[in-house]
């Protein structure tokens, strides 16, 4: 109830707002929606934890002072006709209308129905499936948890600089939807509506940059199909919200300049707000939007200088409002807008050895837009083959290191012969990107230099930007992919003019429809996280299995903190950087977790009872050793380097059931090992410990 509620106020103020504001196309009044709508989250949120209070009934207060406060200037504005009869799809659609775009191109329908088909998965899987991304557990929504426990998004001692110093306007969606439903179950949302408000603002840019209706329909629905877009969409990630919030923004900027309307300029700043409140690689998207912008303005002084200044304006406004809070925090506890030294350290300065890597990086980067992620592996291995023979033959032509396969190499971790999986973390961007996207791209350069068309050669520029500033920062990773989805985001307009309605075209249109579906269909299916398809589909797993698919290793320890430690208890815990801390919330965040930060190197009965800490969860990986502390604790449970430690009494009975229960619910061999007098304590005869080494699952 409290979430439609909230719902309610959030839509009602932002419907208010924008159209005070009087957005001069549907599309731009949808996005503005959008946009309103989660400032508003992010603004209510910011207030709430600067008071320290991060519960629902604030939130709700809060929320409805702002719809109040907007009905109040809407009134005073004369009550302007509310945008909502211009979102109608009655208004927006005619069944003419629809009936003759269905004659006129059935395969944008069929791509349509498929788009349509596999985000309607997406939802489900994001209401079966727990969040299990690797970052989602350690970063994303730890953050979330310690909010909640803080009230607060003040800094807290953590092993993992993430959570405290990274932007916080993607986990911010995810606490507003934890508050009012008191599990994370809805978090994958925030990522799979961005990629909505991703689709109408390509569409939007198409139109503006001389694109028909169908154009700008095909570009959008073929972005979607594109391997990372489908992935992330499902997962309490970053890159595509940032993608929405910034393609949103340099669309309604545009819009702005091109029909000189301030609404339009004032909602392209917001979206530039909480863009820059969401990740820090949208820094590398800014040398390119200031060289457009440069451009925007010199090229038209007498109509657009007073419309940009009012846009520059407006966008340090919104950023204080909207995105700054992160970078506030960080000034206040390091002196420094980025954050810790630890994260700064990859960033350095202006030197040689930069502009080196900077070389090394690019032709890596632009090696995996050969990409054939979402392919059959049928297809797949063959085609990955070619690649790899390329690869082979080009990079010693440019003296660039083809292999470093450590991580910790001064060249960075790259293998051309690796072939990237199906998973949001590692994902290309698929075969379209080089059959499609790049060909795309090189044409319509060229046509804004011979047409000196700005706003095109600003989606060039921006998008350059982003390669160059991403391949400047550090050496090439696995991981990098996805730094590329605002990229594709805001390039995707620029694939719209291949849709056309000459007859002789219709095979190379049925030809890309038929590619896209493959891919998204596959993707859709062969997601490693989430697999519909294959030797064991999601459905035939429980919810620890799904949580831990990416780091099996991880299902024990889980396992084992689910079954032995209660949900009302407070545990210490000892981990390394990537430490997932999410899980020992529990599923409705009842635990209290306190991170020790930095580890100790002994830990006594004593030390546990002045933090008023109930159970240690240990790492020994991390350099604390539980060996020095076993004369005055109790270990309930170990499993490798993972221990469970008590600060009470050995009462043997209250653990009999647990230990019970946990040894029933695994049914695979040699996963657990217990303390020997312990399950000899409760009944268990024969104690087997686990053949750690290269057999085991994990």
């Known amino acids: 109830m409290g979430l439609l509620v909230a719902a309610t106020l959030v839509v009602m103020f932002a419907m208010l707002v ?71 799809l009655p208004s927006a659609v005619s069944r003419r209308g629809v009936l003759k775009l269905l004659r006129s191109f059935p395969s944008l329908w069929v791509l349509g129905l498929g788009v349509a088909l596999a985000y309607s998965a997406g939802a489900i899987l994001i209401l079966s499936v727990p969040p299990n991304n690797v970052d989602s557990l350690a970063y994303h929504l730890s953050r979330v948890g310690y909010w909640l426990q803080h009230n607060s998004f003040y800094p807290w001692p953590t092993p993992n600089p993430g959570q405290i110093s990274f932007p916080l306007n993607a986990e911010v969606g995810v606490l507003w939807t934890v508050l009012f439903v008191g599990t994370d179950r809805l978090a994958g949302f925030v990522q799979w509506s961005a990629a909505g408000a991703s689709m109408a603002a390509i569409a939007g840019l198409s139109r503006l940059l001389g694109a028909s209706r169908a154009q700008a329909i095909f570009a959008a629905l073929l ?86 200044v009012t846009w520059i304006g407006a966008s340090l406004v919104a950023f204080l409002l909207v995105g700054a809070y992160v970078f506030a925090l960080n000034v206040l506890l390091h002196h420094h807008p980025l954050g810790s030294p630890s994260l700064r350290s990859d960033l350095g300065g202006f030197s040689a050895s930069r502009v080196q890597m900077m070389i090394v990086n690019v ?40 292999r470093a396969l450590d991580k910790n190499s001064p060249e960075g971790h790259f293998d051309f012969h690796r072939r ?187 030390w546990l009872e002045e933090q008023d800490i109930d159970f240690l969860l240990v790492d020994e990986d991390s350099g604390t050793y539980v060996s020095q502390a076993l004369a005055a604790l109790h270990t309930i449970w170990n499993s490798g380097p993972w221990y469970i430690l008590h600060r009470g009494e050995a009462d043997f009975n209250e653990w009999d059931a647990r230990l019970r229960n946990l040894l029933l619910e695994v049914d695979r061999t040699s996963v657990l090992t217990l303390d020997e007098s312990l399950a000899q304590g409760v009944g268990i005869g024969e104690f087997t410990p686990p053949p750690w080494g290269e057999d085991y699952p994990g």
């Open 363 to 402: 032709p890596r980067h632009l090696y995996q837009v050969l990409d054939t992620t979402g392919l059959p592996d049928l297809w797949a291995e063959p085609l990955h083959g070619l690649k790899v023979r390329l690869g082979s033959e080009v990079f010693p032509l440019l003296n660039a290191s083809a």
């Open 18 to 88: 924008v159209s005070l504001l009087r957005p001069p196309t549907r599309i731009a009044a949808f996005v503005g929606l959008y946009l309103v709508a989660y400032a508003s989250v992010v603004l209510v949120a910011e207030v709430a934890a600067t008071a320290g209070l991060l519960n629902p009934n604030v939130f709700l207060l809060l929320h409805f002072a702002l719809a109040i406060a907007a009905w109040i200037l809407w009134n005073r504005a004369g009550g302007p006709p509310l945008i909502w009869t211009s979102l109608c």
């Open 420 to 606: 990237a999986p199906v998973h949001e973390d590692f994902a290309g961007l698929g075969p379209l990107s080089v059959l499609v996207l790049v060909p795309a791209v090189i044409y319509q350069a060229f046509v804004a230099l011979t047409r000196k068309e700005p706003f095109r050669g600003g989606v060039i520029l921006i998008s350059l930007s982003m390669l160059l500033g991403v391949s400047f920062w550090r050496w090439s990773r696995p991981v990098d992919n996805r730094y590329f989805v605002v990229a594709a985001t805001i390039c995707a307009p620029l694939v719209a003019p291949i849709f056309r309605r000459r007859h002789r075209q219709g095979l190379l249109q049925w030809g890309i429809v038929g590619i896209a579906l493959v891919v998204l269909g596959w993707t859709t299916t062969h997601n490693f996280s989430k697999p519909l398809l294959g030797a064991r589909p999601i459905w035939e797993m429980d919810s620890i299995e799904r949580q831990t698919i990416n780091r099996r290793w991880m299902e024990p320890v889980l396992r084992a903190v689910d079954r032995l430690i209660p949900h009302n208890s407070s545990i210490g815990v000892i981990t390394g950087k990537g430490g997932w801390h999410r899980p020992l919330f529990g599923r409705r965040f009842g635990r209290t977790v306190l991170p020790l930060f930095p580890a100790p190197a002994i830990v006594d009965l004593g």
């Open 223 to 308: 972005w979607a199909t594109l391997p990372e877009i489908v992935l992330q969409s499902t997962t309490p990630q970053n890159d595509l919200l940032t993608g929405a919030f910034f393609a949103s923004g340099l669309y309604l900027l545009y819009l702005g300049l091109h029909s000189r309307h301030i609404g339009a300029l004032l909602l392209s700043s917001l979206a530039l707000g909480l863009a820059l409140g969401t990740k820090f690689t949208v820094l590398f998207l800014l040398p390119g939007l200031a060289a457009t912008i440069v451009i925007l303005y010199f090229g038209d002084t007498r109509r657009r200088a007073t419309l940009v």
